[in-house]
């Protein structure tokens, strides 16, 4: 009997990344590294043969995950290495966020770095012991060739095992020490506000707008917290500067002039030059906050980048089924770099007439501050004249500007769509389309667009009739008629927080039933000692345990994305507000406690938390229009189109859970408009001049 075959880590005939799930993982199986998914086998794997396992974190969107995948992941020698000396782990980041989290958070422990790809070495128990990011395969770019790198570690795991000991200890100290330094501190909502603002208004760029020097990367919830500290009169300059950073965005080349859409973040101070890949999560949050801000400072530049958000979404992300995939890759070829979304001169010329071109080129700064770094050909569309200044520069109205750059954009758009394109990851998680649910709500409630709504119901319909349970709660991915993947807290966050928000917009009590079943399954399962909430339950939590992934963690930083903690706190006074249960908000006070006195120091990276904070006590604004036809449409107009933090707009007297103020007499056949804040009802308001002026002047403490 011939002997049994030692075990080796060399690749199998059939890749087994081939037919995951996962868009990252399929795009790895063409490598000749024996990749294996995220599970328990490549540690025991590691454990059988005494390796250590190199654990690679990234995403299909990533672009120096493409750029690793294509240099340093392609290379023989790197192959040759891997093979010989480790296990090799490929992780979805967006697949399992949870695992992300963990690795993250070790690696930073000890090297200071983060991001994607992140590169982590670690033992067959799971522990990380040295790691990175990006590596080139050979020494470059100020970084160590990856073939040194592998030949170190391996060296290092098989001839000093108790210097990784000690480097395993120092990430569990470091981490230790993390959680020492932000110990808690009992701080009252004023004082944790006030923290917040001014850390906020501290990191504001005055000439540029926005947060920090470059890179600079969106801060939805810092602008939502601004928007709300603007309204209760806590700094002058709160409202302005959240307004000031939108129009800076929405004019640069972080926002897709051509095809609508905001880019990750940019490379420089100005919003010129954006990381290209567009992400569905940043695109849902900033589409919520351009309807506040447009609700503070109404501007045809909001409402356009609004509609061009909405319209990105719908025909690149949105599936017919129902639902939101992902994101949109940055590149379309192996060494892109933004070429789908950049343009030349020479390409301008060849489609537009000369009129057109002049319009074009002055209009969006073609040649200017827009060209890209490493080709100075190709530029990055940003708006350089506003309307008024085109129709000044072409001596014409500025109805006829912009119909005619209008025009010219719509030849271009059509021209892109002639190129090869970025892949789209239509994949449906489950945090992204809770996301999506509410900034569809808000958006279509206030442009009053019916269809706009219909998108968001069926992505909710969808995940409420195949990924969701009440005792299990919502999946984290939906895979064509069932969904994988329990026990997260930004699932059922994002999704409780789009269900209240979609409730409230439609008037549907099946979404604030399925809305208060998440919440309840968050306060059961996620909540610890502190108040806080975990990121996964340990009972629903359904992935492989494998290393640090059974520690807990708590998300409550803005990431720039939502914090699945505030979301919930979010979800809460907004729910409590929609049905008038004061139970829902007792619920929030002890979590938005918690949060204050975890992220008093951390200040933008609050800003959702803060949010939470002001708005528990805004006296929530409820108002009833009464009457039919187009006095009342107009009533009910400008209440969409006022700005509160926390308001809910009915035509008529809604249907239980719904609920209205005792005191609020309703049914009569007047058209007016019923006001009440908190319990506090005013009298019957029937001009809109009256009823934008009574919820602008309705802050104040709960009531």
């Not at 004023?190 to 850390?199: C, G, K, M, Y």
Request: net charge negative; proline share 7%; charged share 25%.
């Amino acid at each position: 009997m011939p002997a049994k075959a030692p075990e080796s880590a060399a690749p199998p005939k059939a890749h087994r990344l081939a037919n995951a799930a996962s868009v990252y993982l399929r795009s790895a199986a063409e490598q000749s590294i024996d990749w294996h998914p995220w599970g328990e086998e490549p540690f025991e794997l590691a454990k059988r043969l005494r390796r250590p396992v190199l654990v690679d974190v990234g995403a299909v969107w990533c672009h120096w995950c493409h750029v690793m995948d294509e240099g340093t992941y392609s290379d023989p020698e790197v192959a040759r290495l891997l093979a010989e000396g480790f296990v090799a782990v490929k992780v979805d980041r967006d697949e399992n966020p949870e695992v992300d989290r963990r690795f993250q958070r070790q690696v930073n422990a000890i090297t200071g770095e983060g991001g994607w790809p992140l590169t982590a070495f670690a033992t067959p128990e799971g522990e990380v012991f040295l790691g990175g990011t990006y590596f080139p395969p050979q020494d470059g770019m100020g970084r160590p060739g990856f073939r040194r790198v592998l030949q170190e570690v391996a060296r290092l795991y098989r001839e000093e095992p108790e210097k990784v000991r000690q480097n395993t200890e120092v990430v569990r100290g470091a981490l230790a020490r993390m959680s020492e330094g932000r110990a808690s501190r009992a701080t009252s909502n004023p004082e944790f506000l006030a923290r917040v603002r001014t850390s906020i208004h501290d990191s504001y760029d005055p000439v540029h707008a926005g947060f920090g020097q470059a890179p600079k990367f969106p801060h939805a919830g810092g602008l939502e917290f601004l928007l709300l500290d603007g309204f209760l009169g806590g700094d002058p300059r709160s409202s302005a500067r959240a307004v000031a950073t939108l129009q800076q965005m929405v004019d640069g080349g972080i926002f897709d002039q051509v095809g609508g859409g905001f880019h990750r973040y940019s490379v420089d101070e100005a919003w010129h030059i954006p990381h290209f890949e567009k992400m569905g999560a940043d695109n849902a949050e900033l589409l919520a906050a351009l309807v506040d801000v447009d609700r503070v400072d109404p501007q045809t530049r909001f409402a356009e980048a609004i509609a061009a958000t909405v319209d990105w979404t719908s025909s690149v992300l949105a599936d017919p089924a129902g639902g939101f995939g992902a994101s949109q890759d940055a590149d379309n070829a192996p060494g892109d770099d933004g070429g789908y979304f950049t343009w030349s001169r020479p390409e301008l010329k060849a489609l537009l007439a000369p009129d057109e071109l002049r319009l074009v080129t002055r209009t969006f700064g073609v040649g200017t501050d827009g060209r890209m770094p490493h080709d100075a050909e190709r530029n990055v569309l940003y708006r350089l004249l506003s309307d008024a200044e085109l129709a000044t520069d072409l001596g014409i109205d500025e109805p006829e500007a912009r119909r005619r750059l209008v025009s010219a954009v719509t030849k271009m758009r059509e021209a892109r769509g002639r190129r090869p394109a970025p892949l789209v990851d239509r994949t449906l998680y489950a945090d992204l389309n809770g996301l999506f649910l509410r900034a569809f709500a808000r958006a279509g409630r206030s442009a009053g667009r019916a269809d706009w709504l219909a998108t968001a119901r069926r992505a909710a319909d969808r995940f409420l009739r195949t990924g969701y349970a009440p005792d299990l709660g919502v999946v984290h991915r939906l895979d064509g008629p069932s969904g994988t993947g329990h026990g997260l807290l930004a699932d059922q966050a994002a999704m409780a927080l789009g269900l209240v928000e979609l409730a409230g917009a439609t008037v549907e009590p099946r979404y604030v039933e399925a809305a208060g079943v998440l919440l309840q399954l968050i306060d059961r399962e996620f909540r610890v000692e502190s108040g806080l909430l975990r990121d996964l339950a340990p009972r629903l939590y359904d992935g492989p345990k494998v290393g640090a992934v059974d520690e807990p963690a708590y998300p409550l930083e803005d990431t720039p994305n939502l914090a699945p903690n505030s979301a919930v706190a979010i979800a809460l006074v907004r729910l409590a507000a929609l049905t008038g249960e004061e139970s829902w908000r007792e619920m929030a006070r002890p979590l938005v406690a918690a949060l204050a006195a975890r992220l008093g120091p951390t200040g933008l990276f609050a800003g959702s938390a803060a949010f939470a904070a002001g708005a528990l006590d805004v006296a929530p604004a409820r108002v009833v229009i009464e009457g039919q036809g187009p006095e009342a449409d107009r009533l009910a107009r400008a209440a969409d189109r006022t700005y509160h933090p926390n308001l809910w707009v009915f035509r008529g007297a809604p249907p239980p859970p719904f609920s209205l103020p005792d005191e609020l007499g309703t049914g009569g056949t007047t058209t007016r408009a019923l006001v009440c804040f908190g319990t506090r009802c005013l009298a019957p308001v029937t001009e809109p001049v009256e009823l934008v002026a009574a919820l602008r002047g309705g802050g104040g403490a709960s009531a």
